[in-house]
């Protein structure tokens, strides 16, 4: 029994190890990928930057990331990365970023709110429903109905206070 406990023991200590040094190792890798995208790298270099952080990235690279999601070749790479992050910062990032931006960019950034279920878009969602622009409007609606954090009653009352453009009801 003691042996057992003695292995067990041992492989729990170099899993714990182990850990360590892959998280020193991403942090490393993540300050790297920072770096080529607050350089003047190709947008290949910055595309595969976001590929990668969306896997490893952390709260640290949030910043890099938002400056991207204003630029209309980039925004998506951002988005990419950004739209699965589990902290509250890459959502308020995308918030940020929300009014910031027009067309089809606005657009990608609307579904990614609707994705990740951010209320905190919730009054600017609401009132993009009444944007002049069909596929806002309707992007907007859709991600209003995706936040699966709004109750249906809640989303009735927020869609009643603003009603849609005359142009989406075509």
């Given amino acids: 029994m003691k042996q057992r406990f003695a292995f067990l023991y041992a492989i729990t200590l170099l899993a714990l190890v ?45 910043p890099a990331l938002s400056t991207l999601l204003g630029d209309e070749q980039l925004s998506h790479s951002a988005r990419y990365a950004l739209e699965p992050m589990p902290m509250s910062e890459a959502g308020q990032a995308l918030v940020d970023a929300l009014l910031k931006t027009k067309g089809m960019t606005q657009v990608g950034l609307i579904n990614s709110l609707g994705v990740r279920g951010e209320t905190r878009a919730v009054p600017e969602l609401t009132k993009l429903r009444q944007n002049p622009d069909n ?36």
Avoid at 23 to 51: F, H, P, W, Y
Avoid at 143 to 150: D, E, R
């Fill in 135 to 170: 596929v806002v409007a309707s992007a907007a609606a859709t991600a209003l109905g995706k936040s699966a954090a709004l109750t249906r009653s809640r989303l009735w009352k927020e869609l009643s206070k603003a009603p849609l453009a005359p142009s989406t009801l075509q």
């Fill in 18 to 62: 182990a850990q360590q040094s892959l998280i020193a190792a991403n942090t490393d890798e993540e300050q790297k990928l920072i770096a080529v995208l607050q350089s003047g790298a190709s947008l290949a270099e910055k595309d595969a930057a976001c590929a990668r952080l969306k896997f490893i990235g952390t709260a640290r690279c949030v």
